[in-house]
């Protein structure tokens, strides 16, 4: 019996009907695809029954991503609440749903002391449970309320590293913490599964991240980072960026001055001005009874006023006990009056006096201004 010699164009022809959707870039995942390939011939010029024959696979769950930030490093103050911009893209070929957290870059004591998600610029959609819903193909801005860290080391001229990172959270999720789980024991044995949809992470940042945790099944998050560039006040001498000093004269002893007591406040540190003086151009010198003048000086460099700030001094023991006296205080050039609150002081041009130790309450002092604060002690 021959075959028809039809039948070898049939074969080479046979038509590939795709009752699915078509095999391409953006199909959704999950969906069956079925090919079904046609064979037709005929017997001694009698067309025969069309041979089928069908197959299906699904089409797995390609997580891709991009995020980018839309706010530039900036000039931040400890503690302050920021508002970060952020717009993330679903390119993969599923609704997704991601869990949102901000972080900073290997620092812990940096991390934000709280962050909250919004879906809207004026803050007033809250993102429940830090989870953010996305499909395929739709830019998606963001924003994230964030208070910066006032941790000690969040000092003037550091920089705090911002980095907001976006993990693909499993479909079943309903509180943000079901995160997505990559098949990757199974990706060599999808041939031997193919109604099975499995989950692939392909943006190269996650798998890079994956990696760099030591799993090889990748992350399943994506990462950006802001910048924040942290500026406070600056206490300096004045006129450099030195530390403030405190400087010491002696201004009188008990030679220079016979009557010498701890509320003295004549200045004999000039030679030859001594009422008493048992030599020539003598000048004091620091024995016991002597008077020590201190001169502390400051400028707050910085951009931003420094707030609250108080002075303290506690002197040693080689000073006469209850000696510390004539205590000034000068603000912006203007001498301020003080008043021994007899405790800790809380409020402007306050001070105490206990024994040997001294706290005022200088108050705020703006971006550029100085303040110089004086005392006198005996030694003992």
């Known amino acids: 019996m021959k075959i028809n010699k039809t039948l070898t164009a049939l074969i080479a022809g046979a038509s590939l009907g795709l009752s699915g959707q078509a095999m391409a870039a953006g199909t959704t995942s999950g969906t069956t695809i079925s090919n079904t390939v046609s064979l037709g011939y005929s017997v001694s010029g009698i067309s025969q029954n069309d041979v089928e024959s069908p197959s299906t696979f699904k089409v797995d769950k390609k997580v891709d991503m991009t995020l980018i930030s839309n706010t530039g490093a ?34 812990a004591a940096h991390d934000p002391i709280s962050v909250a998600f919004y879906s809207d610029a004026g803050l007033t959609s809250l993102l429940t449970d830090s989870k953010l819903s996305t499909v395929v193909d739709i830019d998606l801005t963001f924003y994230a309320s964030v208070e910066v860290s006032k941790h000690a080391s969040v000092v003037n001229g550091s920089t705090v590293e911002m980095v907001l990172t976006a993990t693909a959270l499993d479909p079943s999720d309903t509180d943000g913490t079901n995160l997505l789980e990559q098949d990757v024991a199974a990706i060599d044995d999808k041939n031997a599964n193919l109604s099975t949809e499995y989950v692939i992470f392909a943006e190269a940042a996650s798998i890079a991240a994956g990696v760099a945790n030591g799993n090889a099944a990748q992350s399943g998050e994506i990462s950006v980072q802001t910048d924040r560039n942290i500026v406070t006040a600056d206490l300096t001498n004045p006129g450099n960026t030195d530390v403030p000093t405190l400087t010491i004269e002696i201004i009188n002893d008990i030679i220079c001055d016979t009557s010498l007591s701890n509320i003295s406040t004549a200045d004999y540190s000039t030679a030859g001005t001594c009422p008493n003086a048992i ?102």
């Open 74 to 107: 900036a000039d931040t103050i400890p503690g302050a609440t920021v508002t970060l911009a952020y717009t993330i893209k679903n390119t993969g070929n599923s609704s997704q749903d991601y869990k949102l957290a901000v972080t900073n870059n290997g620092n």
């Open 279 to 380: 030599a020539t151009n003598y000048a004091p010198k620091a024995i016991p009874n002597s008077m020590a003048k201190f001169t502390y000086e400051a400028r707050n460099s910085g951009p931003v006023t420094a707030e609250d700030v108080i002075f303290t001094e506690t002197l040693p023991s080689e000073y006469t006990a209850s000696s510390l006296s004539n205590v000034t205080l000068t603000n912006d050039s203007s001498v301020q009056t003080l008043t021994d609150v007899g405790g800790i002081p809380a409020a402007a041009n306050q001070m105490w006096v206990n024994g040997n130790t001294i706290t005022i309450y200088v108050d705020d002092i703006e971006t550029t201004k100085e303040f110089t604060i004086t005392f006198t002690a005996l030694v003992d």
